[in-house]
Nanobody, 123 residues
Framework: QVQLVESGGGSVQAGGSLRLSCAAS????????MAWFRQVGKEREVVAGI???????YYADSVKGRFTISQDNAKNTVYLQMNSLKPEDTAMYYC?????????????????WGQGTQVTVSS
């Protein structure tokens, strides 16, 4: 089993920055993919993902150039640096992990989920 704990959410004005962290514990050696999703209402969409074995990344078009996903393997932690935040970035952000390399945004392909952290961007 793998446990994921997110932190770093909060409230910020438009144009500001936040950095989310996702600390993984448990059998982390089985993980090949980690990603950040966000949810508004019932819709959960992928924001960014990373291949933990090699560092390849992908991003949703809406965040390219503003968000950066990165990892610290020594700390089993993945980060999401969010710059130039917009009100439409307001959502609950979730960290997810998968045993396989998942490139793309199918939530049902991810095996483990954190509890979420709220990001609110005001105009």
């Amino acid at each position: 089993q793998v446990q994921l704990v997110e932190s770093g959410g909060g409230s910020v004005q438009a144009g500001g920055s936040l950095r989310l962290s996702c600390a993984a514990s448990g059998y982390t050696g089985s993980i090949n993919s980690m990603a950040w999703f966000r949810q508004v209402g019932k819709e959960r969409e992928v924001v960014a993902g990373i291949y933990t074995g090699g560092g390849a990344t992908y991003y949703a078009d809406s965040v390219k150039g503003r968000f950066t996903i990165s990892q610290d393997n020594a700390k089993n932690t993945v980060y999401l640096q969010m710059n130039s935040l917009k009100p439409e970035d307001t959502a609950m952000y979730y960290c997810a992990a998968a045993n396989l390399w998942i490139c793309g945004g199918a939530p049902n392909k991810f095996d483990y989920w954190g509890q979420g952290t709220q990001v609110t961007v005001s105009s």
